[in-house]
């Protein structure tokens, strides 16, 4: 039977990427060795960094406009204290949407002070704050792009003075922005990318070295980029998948290919969640996420029923998320048309049997 993922992460990713990555695991390019198994400082290796790296900025528009690209290690929880470690020197902001951002202020406030600029806390996270004002003294300001847990996604990001810190772990690569926007971007690699174990981090160069703190190596920007991602051991196999992902994303057109097959995903499981009375979405209309749909059943009573009907479809990872309950679909870049149609058939199946 098809499985059909709609995991929040690790999630799916390209069929053609698992089968390349699959060959490289037993014999990588013909060379009698495995990909796990590469020195990180062969050729081989080096040319895939070169190529991740390359890929992320030309996918993003960023070549040649200041920017860098590095594959760390740490996921994006490193990153929440990373960011401020390099950039923090006073007062930063934070636009608070969620689970991550609040983990994100948390690391913030070991290295000065924190202006929560705005938050949704106060319903469960489920919209995106709006109308709030910014200070202008601040080193930085930072938000979340996209709430895995909550389903909601920011539409238009706020304009500031300062340097504009985004945390893009759950939609990176899946819509077009103006990157250009951003003096620092954050994605953990397992959402759109690749597996676990790696996160690509995009700099604008200029910020750095505005900090008076020593920053030990490991966590300083100006450090790795000084050693092109290479200042120790790197996820080998997680950059190779990474890479691997985004040259499938180029060749399939790019950003603004993938964000038009986004749309019509997320437009055909909320018409559904909207038309069928026994099921309600869980974010504010027009904060949806099109990378993850929330919502619960009306009844209950009808939970039993429609976990089986999941299991016997093939319907893999749609539980919510334990702050939020119900139901969690997952629709990343490699999500297919097909697998968002099963499950909105089976919902549909549900009413006509209610």
């Known amino acids: 039977m098809k499985k059909h993922n709609f995991s929040a992460g690790p999630c799916i990713l390209p069929q053609e990427v698992f089968k390349e990555a699959s ?4 014999n990588y390019n013909d060379s009698g060795l495995s990909i796990i198994e590469i020195s990180h400082r062969s050729k081989d290796f080096v040319d895939i ?5 390359s890929l992320a900025l030309e996918l993003l528009g960023l070549e040649g ?7 760390l290690q740490g996921g994006a929880s490193t990153q929440f204290l990373m960011a401020a470690y390099n950039l923090l020197q006073t007062k930063a902001g934070y636009i608070n949407t969620g689970s991550w951002s609040d983990k994100a202020i948390k690391e913030a406030k070991l290295f000065g002070e924190v202006a929560e600029i705005a938050s949704s806390k106060d319903s469960n996270f ?85 900090v008076e703190r020593q920053i030990p190596s490991m966590l300083d920007y100006k450090v790795h980029l000084g050693k092109a991602s290479m200042f120790n051991t790197p996820p080998v196999f997680a950059v190779y998948t990474s890479m691997l992902t985004l040259r499938w994303l180029k060749k399939l057109g790019g950003v603004a290919a993938i964000e038009e097959l986004n749309e019509k995903k997320a437009k055909l499981i909320y018409s559904e969640i909207d038309l069928n009375p026994l099921f309600k979405g869980f974010a504010a209309t027009e904060d949806r996420s099109n990378m993850n749909a929330t919502f619960t059943l009306v009844n209950e009573d009808l939970k039993e029923t429609f976990d089986t009907m999941c299991k016997e479809t093939g319907i893999n990872g749609v539980n919510g998320h334990r702050s939020v309950g119900g139901y969690r679909a997952s629709m990343y870049n490699a999500m297919t048309m097909e697998s968002v149609a099963a499950l909105v058939d089976i919902m549909g199946d549900l009413e006509r049997k209610a």
Not at 65 to 71: D, I, R
Not at 153 to 162: L, R
């Open 65 to 71: 406009k200041g920017y860098k690209a590095l594959f």
């Open 49 to 53: 960094m070169e190529e991740a790296r």
């Open 23 to 26: 060959q490289a695991v037993l």
């Open 126 to 210: 489920n919209y995106i704050p709006k109308g709030y004002e910014i200070p202008t003294d601040l080193d930085y300001l930072h938000c979340t792009s996209n709430n895995t847990i909550f389903g909601t996604q920011i539409k238009e990001f706020p304009s500031s003075n300062a340097p504009l810190v985004c945390d893009m772990s759950s939609d990176i690569f899946s819509r077009q922005l103006d990157f250009s926007k951003f003096s620092l971007i954050y994605a953990g690699a397992q959402k759109n990318m690749g597996p676990a174990g790696t996160t690509l981090v995009v700099i604008k160069e200029d910020i750095l070295g505005k």
